[in-house]
């Protein structure tokens, strides 16, 4: 599992006009040749004048990440990657480093950066399937801007989807160029298994279309589309994994850093614009077995818990997978994860994290393993309940558990970063919604 790469393709501003003249297959020759004389001084010019927060992921650092997927997942038998495969300010620094760029040039240069970040995830595991969805970066026209039934999808389509059987490889393209999704067969020895990829950036609180338009209607469109793959996976009786970017519920972290007053009324900081995702999830919780998400760059955990009480345990575990990229000052990480082939439950995984945020000279060593950490046999609905009822009762964050989750949060370990509203992030596992989230947060008080 990887997620935010956030390749970062100007980082030597000078390369930058021989990518874009070039096929994406010899973008990695261009890129590992030696770096321009003045590629610092040119680089922090773009950025300073994008206002950026931080680096993202340059070669150098993605070069070493790739090194330690060959290195730590040699046995793997597929990849998931949750999204946002191209650097923040990506529109910005592409205007800095090409001011006479002509119409047309902007989203080829997107295009052929994920496709080289797609190439070279597969070259990292040859034969292995890599599966990606879109995130909010991952766009021809803008940050959280996107439009559907779009060339952009048609093209970017072509890479993500590459690895569906070939059987399913057609509809895989035709369902992506509409809305950036598709459903694949996951490989053996997973039988009767498929993984769902959605585009969920249509459902953002911020989305816009390309031209700045409301985008509610794709949104609707992205559910429907959604039900019908889960009810074909009901009535076949498959087990499912669904992967999408940005994670349903509530954006405790942000919600805190605002100041919020919660319980005073203020509503707390939503990731998505309804709740319409994780109500869908988790009235399929008898066949999805694990919901992957990013977006944050952290380390979480969810649990989609269905309304009707009768149904709890069918609730759907949440895997949020941290990032690559280290703009959060995180260190950059991957992780391995063992699932049974037979109930496509989630096991274990062990998160590798690099030694330094630049790759260079860097070495990957395991940060730490899920079952080991938390105790647990499994990343089941029932372990992850029990598990966050631990929590709950650990307002103080004083047990072994609670205490791992905060150390392993921020990879990198800035305990300081989640301690301080722990109690909050705890009711932001289960309430998904503002007002149980509220309810929760209030009734701690």
Known sequence: MVSDIHFEPFWDPEKAAQL??????????????????????????????????????????????????????????????????????????????????????????????????????????????????????????????????????????????????????????????????????????????????????????????????????????????????????????????????????????????????????????MFLATDDLADTLAQYGDVVKLAIFAHTHMDEMRLLVPANAAHADRAVPVKLVPSISPIDGNTPSITISQVDPRSLTLIDWQVIEASNQTGVDATWAQEYDYAEAYGEPSFSAGRVAALIDEFRADPKAQTPASQAYIRNYFVGDRSVELAPFWPMEVCALTNLTAGSFSACVCGNR
């Open 20 to 269: 874009a003249d070039a096929p994406a297959s010899e973008w990695g020759a261009i890129l590992g040749s030696a770096a321009s004389p003045d590629r610092q001084a040119r680089f922090e010019a773009v950025e300073q004048a994008c206002d950026t927060r931080g680096a993202d992921t340059s070669y150098p650092l993605f070069a070493s990440a790739l090194g330690a997927i060959k290195a730590n997942a040699a046995g793997a038998r597929f990849v998931t990657v949750s999204g946002d495969l191209i650097s923040h300010g990506f529109t910005c620094k592409f205007a800095q480093v090409f001011p006479k760029a002509k119409p047309g040039d902007y989203s080829s240069f997107v295009e052929k950066t994920i496709e080289f970040v797609m190439g070279s995830l597969r070259s990292a595991l040859p034969g292995v399937p890599v599966y990606a969805s879109l995130g909010n970066n991952d766009s021809d026209c803008g940050d959280y801007r996107l439009d559907a039934n779009s060339g952009f999808l048609d093209a970017t389509g072509k890479a993500l989807t590459a690895d569906a059987p070939a059987a399913e490889a057609g509809e895989a393209r035709r369902d992506f160029a509409i809305g950036g999704n598709y459903s694949v067969s996951l490989p053996a020895p997973f039988a009767q298994a498929r993984l769902i990829v959605l585009d969920d950036l249509f459902m953002s609180r911020k989305y816009e279309t390309c031209a700045g338009k409301d985008g509610s209607p794709e949104a609707a469109r992205q559910i429907a589309w959604l039900r019908g793959e889960l009810n074909l996976a009901r009535k076949a009786n498959r087990k499912v994994w669904v992967m999408t970017h940005i994670p349903p519920g509530v954006d405790a972290h942000s919600t805190a850093l605002k100041g919020k007053n919660i319980c005073g009324g203020k509503e707390p900081t």
